[in-house]
């Protein structure tokens, strides 16, 4: 996601993984389970790496699939939740398929955030109750969607449940289906 120079191997080793966390932050507030690593080089591969450290966004209990920030392009399809940002907006032609689409173009969803749900729900039992858990833990209204037009949505993919952290990713739609546009909240 990012690279950190540094004028030395030593100082690259001291100062590479705090620089990574704060280069990273933006885009991990805006996931759901992820974590900075910092990949440091070695004394002996310093110049060779550049003299700098290589910033990644990993998964913090499972996979990122796909690529994240500005590397996505509108019109690319989810293939798992795990990359799916806090404020994307969404074309959902299926329950089971999302496109990453403009904001400021005609839309099915937008991303508001996440929630988790226990350690015992099935994926099965999710998709039944990951809507509920949505509006209570990530209420749209607190975005300034008015309850009385939209409701909470929901996504929940096989990643979240293999990896054990039963992440829900929580959006907002129009309540009586139609497309939502640039001028939402």
Known sequence: ??????????????????????RTQEIRERLADVRSYAVVPTRAGFETAGRRTACLVLGAHGAVYGPLDRH?????????????????CLDA???RRA???????????????????????????????????????VPPAQYGYDPGVYEAASWAAKGA?????????????????????????
């Open 1 to 22: 996601m990012a690279v950190v120079a540094a004028t030395s191997a030593d100082a690259a080793r001291q100062q590479g993984p705090a620089a990574c966390e704060q």
């Open 72 to 88: 996505r392009t509108p019109g690319m399809w989810f293939v798992d939740t795990a990359n799916m940002q806090k404020r994307d």
């Open 93 to 95: 032609p299926s329950l």
């Open 99 to 137: 496109q990453l689409v403009p904001c400021n173009g005609p839309h099915d969803q937008q991303v508001l955030g996440f929630t988790r749900l226990s350690a015992g729900t099935t994926l099965k039992k999710a998709a039944a109750q990951s809507d509920a858990a949505c509006a209570r833990d």
């Open 161 to 185: 449940w293999h990896s054990g952290t039963h992440v829900v990713v929580c959006s907002v739609q129009r309540q009586n289906g139609g497309t939502m546009e640039g001028t939402e909240p």
